[in-house]
């Protein structure tokens, strides 16, 4: 029985392995896929039921001016808000803008990073700032995450929260590391993120 129990473990740790290796090549393929997308959240409707691309373009070109980046529509190759199933959610769903080119999405992350550094919580990316109309709320704008990322980064920023580790993601990888000393560790399933979590 002992034999065999010792098997089974073994047999279990591979598979777990296994299960980690085809996530990470599932999450590489999705990263390869969106190198143009960012995702902006928390924006009001515009008109309900009713936003055509140009109303939705202009947001993303009223933030490119408050950080001081220029947007022309032309260098959208497509945007739309993200369809949402009715009763699920009250909060306005995400828009997703995808650029022409990787560059020029990551210039836009950049300036919308460097701008939120350089202001008070207060101050950082709002909907007053785009003087969009109603109640002040901050505007969150970020890579897009593919689907099978989104659990993933959800447990690991709950986890490092927990466990005073900061946790990020970049170019759909995510990362924690517990100092700014310490050489970033990335987090490929929830199995091992546990495992990091054991060990500390």
Known sequence: MKTKIVSLEREKSVSLDRISMLEKQIQDIQTISRPTSVEIRNVPLFEKNNETHNALASIV?????????????????DIYRVPTRPGVSTSPSAIVADFNSANMRNEFLSCVRRFNKSQNLQDKLNSELLSMPGKKTPIYVDERVAPSLKKLLYTARKAAKENQYTCWHSNGKIFIRKNQNEKPIRILSEHNLSDIMNKQ
């Open 61 to 77: 070109q009223s933030i490119g001016k408050t950080v001081d980046m220029e947007v022309q529509t032309s260098d959208l190759r």
